[in-house]
């Protein structure tokens, strides 16, 4: 299991994610950037919303995440949203691809973010979708939590 990152704010977050999603188990994975794509992370305009980790040969691999181009690179950029692997261990990898086939889950990217070290990370959840009852069912139980804390407060 992953170790929350301390260092600073993450480089790109999912935020509808949790909305969208019951976040089971989450996992620390390296992922394998080029230099460009290391220095356009760095600026914080990657986008994650749309992302998603699957299966391929073997190996997993984060698909449909935006980095935009680095503007200094010129002619030795990236490609903004090829897929790129994540780095695990071997038997992290199978029991992820094993809860995705057998339970009907999915692996979605919470957030990118570099580590203590300076290396870049994906924190990555097994999460099942989440159905339109079960949204708006969680947002009123949030806003009357929220009226809740508002009216013990006023009481004092």
């Given at each position: ?100 086939d057998r339970e ?19 924190e990555l959840a ?23 804390a508002r009216l ?5």
């Amino acid at each position: 299991m992953a170790k929350a990152s301390t260092a600073r704010r993450p480089a790109a977050e999912n935020r509808r994610a949790r909305r969208n999603y019951e976040i089971g188990q989450t996992y620390e994975a390296g992922i394998a950037l080029t230099g460009t794509e290391v220095k356009s992370l760095r600026s914080g305009r990657a986008n994650i919303s749309d992302a998603y980790a699957g299966e391929q040969g073997g190996e997993l691999w984060l698909f449909n995440a935006y980095l935009p181009e680095y503007l200094q690179a010129n002619r030795f950029n990236h490609e903004t949203r090829r897929p790129r692997k994540l780095l695990l261990h071997r038997k992290e990898i199978s029991r992820l691809i094993g809860a995705v086939d057998r339970e009907g889950m999915t692996l979605v990217p919470l957030k990118i973010y570099f580590n203590d070290r300076g290396r870049a990370k994906v924190e990555l959840a097994v999460a099942r979708g989440r159905k339109l009852h079960d949204k708006r069912e969680s947002e009123k139980r949030r806003s009357w939590d929220r009226e809740k804390a508002r009216l013990m407060r006023e009481k004092g």
